[in-house]
């Protein structure tokens, strides 16, 4: 990463810090995040499904957008790019880098919803509310 330091997620799980090199990442896609005090987060795609080891190189902005997602629910959960950022009625993702993102709020007894945000670069704050639909009763 530019610059070095990078916290290094792998599938949600921590891996280690920029520079890194992993060994036996398992063949397929996988969602990389990289974190750094005081820059944007940062999410890439690796495919490593054709057996290769898959390499990424990433800028690191300094200012990100803040995303405010609310739920209405303090148990719900969301969810950005596959991996839980937080649960309750109001959670905020700190410092993203633009781009679009795929968001998720599950609750448990209600429907999943689902949303593909256009995050602008440099902005202060994006609110996203995302309504859930109670399951049908059996």
């Known amino acids: 990463s530019a610059p070095d330091g990078a916290t290094v997620f792998l599938d949600g799980e921590l891996v280690g810090t920029t520079p890194l090199a992993l060994d036996d990442v398992p063949a397929g896609r996988h969602v990389v995040r990289l974190e750094m005090s005081g820059r944007a987060t940062v999410f890439r795609t690796l495919d490593t499904s054709d057996g290769s080891r898959g390499e990424l190189e990433a800028r690191i902005p300094e200012n990100g957008t803040a995303l405010k997602i609310k739920t209405g629910a303090d148990d719900a959960t969301v969810m950005l790019e596959g991996h839980e950022m937080g649960t309750g009625s109001r959670v905020t993702i700190p410092d993203l880098e633009r781009g679009f993102y795929d968001i998720e709020v599950i609750r448990p007894g209600y429907k999943s919803a689902t949303s593909r945000l256009d ?3 440099n902005f202060d704050v994006l609110e ?11």
């Open 119 to 121: 995050v602008p670069a």
């Open 128 to 138: 996203q509310h995302l309504d859930l639909l109670r399951k049908p009763s059996r």
